[in-house]
């Protein structure tokens, strides 16, 4: 095959490729680039020195290894000073007579997937640190002069049960999150009747909302129309909903559950039924709302914990929504109260 037979053929191969792959001599200048690398470094990156638009410590010593005669390597680059940072694989290999063959591929999402993954071991570590130290603590000092004292025994034991119940409750919500995540692709479409949910969720819910001293206002229309769904988890969203309106709005002293529905509604095909759970408590600033669906995120971080709270409620809720091909919905200003609304297309 001629020269420029070989070369044609290359050119061809690297314009095939949908990730930006380059062409460099020993020298470390770019002798091709196809379109994709074109597209990510402008035309400019022709006949330029590669180390000049790769200037990253770890690439940087990648190239300059792969250039001295190595077989070739690989390192990370970040791209910043754009709308959106990438993350792309630097991967340099050796083709005989030509210099190197580098090729590059975003792997943002596997990134961020990983950090995401990190973060969640630590914040489950950390939730489980805290009450464990706490068992801990009064277990030795229970095992020691304390023990003999029926007052502060009891104490302590009231103390640890507590600390054992928001182990179990967070563990509890792991699973549940996980279920939830297991079948997020799988769209229900089982019919369920959400005033029959509303009311068995409320009639579990009884005793706790007398404990505080709540009134809850639950006005529905008698016509309510079906909705395809996972009835379990809808208990799962609508309890939620209303312990977090119990929890955090106390002060308001009452919840009211209202429900309408919608002919059509922006971002939905057809009906929609919305159901709002709303309290008159102490609200939040709206600049946290975004955050709420976070795992573990708390505004008050004491005040969610002292009541319980495991940072995950929401976060279920959310991915519940998501495989209902719902929307959850949060509004609230500090001193009105918080208004949590679900939205369900109609069956």
């Not at 380059?22 to 680039?33: F, H, K, N, Q, W």
């Not at 949910?197 to 909302?209: E, K, S």
């Not at 009211?256 to 309290?279: S, T, Y």
Request: glycine share 10%; hydrophobic share 45%; proline share 5%.
């Amino acid at each position: 095959m001629s020269e420029q037979n070989n070369n044609d053929l290359v050119a061809s191969l690297m314009s095939a490729l949908p990730q930006p792959v380059l062409l460099v001599d020993d020298s470390g200048i770019v002798t091709a680039a196809n379109s994709a690398a074109l597209d990510l470094f402008g035309a400019r990156i022709q006949g330029a020195p590669l180390r000049a638009h790769l200037r990253q410590p770890e690439v940087t010593a990648m190239l300059e290894h792969a250039l001295s005669g190595a077989d070739g390597g690989q390192a990370n680059f970040t791209a910043t000073g754009v709308a959106v940072e990438t993350i792309w694989q630097v991967t340099a290999r050796r083709m005989a007579g030509r210099g190197l063959v580098i090729s590059l591929r975003d792997v943002s999402d596997i990134e961020a997937a990983s950090a995401q993954r990190r973060d969640f071991v630590a914040n489950v570590s950390h939730e489980l640190r805290s009450p464990l130290t706490v068992l801990a603590g009064f277990i030795e000092t229970l095992q020691g002069p304390a023990g003999d004292d029926p007052t502060a025994r009891a104490e302590f034991l009231g103390i640890m049960s507590d600390q054992a119940a928001r182990m179990t409750g967070l563990v509890a919500d792991l699973l549940s999150l996980s279920r939830v995540e297991a079948v997020a692709k799988i769209r229900p479409r089982a019919p369920v009747a959400v005033d029959a949910v509303l009311h068995a969720t409320l009639a579990a819910l009884r005793p706790r909302i007398t404990a505080a001293g709540m009134e809850v206002v639950c006005d529905l229309p008698p016509d309510l129309p079906q909705v395809p769904g996972d009835h379990d988890q809808l208990v799962q969203v609508f309890s939620n909903l209303i312990e977090n309106a119990v929890k955090y709005g106390s002060s308001g002293g009452r919840v009211e559950i209202d429900a309408r529905v919608f002919a059509d509604m922006h971002g939905f095909d057809g009906p929609v039924l919305q159901v709002n759970v709303r309290d008159f408590g102490e609200g939040i600033d709206p600049v946290y709302i975004p955050r709420l669906t976070e795992r573990f995120y708390r505004v008050d971080k004491g005040r969610a914990r002292d009541s319980g709270g495991t940072g995950l409620g929401l976060a279920i809720v959310k991915h519940i929504m998501s495989r209902h091909r719902g929307r959850l919905v949060i509004e609230s200003s500090v001193g009105a109260g918080v208004r949590a609304g679900v939205i369900l297309p109609v069956r």
